[in-house]
């Protein structure tokens, strides 16, 4: 009786531990996703910011030559063609 009674306290033990190591994986893998995510949200970031920029610039560039030499000259003209 003494003996099943040890076994089975032991067996508790054992299925616990062997649960929280379980638990243990699932956080790892979690985190390492949160990572990932993270990673990728910088990525997206940065290629976003990198489309920006490449589309901004050349109206900006028209802007200021607009506002420096006249909508009607030639600077602005090159500018526009030029960024078809």
Do not use: H
């Not at 607009?66 to 003209?77: A, L, M, N, P």
């Amino acid at each position: 009786m003494k003996i099943s009674k040890i076994l089975i306290i032991v067996s508790v033990f054992v299925s616990i531990s062997c649960n929280q190591d379980k638990k243990s994986t699932k956080e790892i893998k979690s985190t390492k996703e949160n990572k990932n995510l993270r990673i990728n949200k910088d990525s997206l970031i940065a290629v976003l910011d990198t489309i920006w920029k490449t589309e901004q610039q050349p109206m900006r560039l028209r802007d200021s030559l607009g506002k420096v030499y006249g909508w009607e000259s030639i600077e602005v003209k090159k500018t526009t063609r030029n960024s078809r």
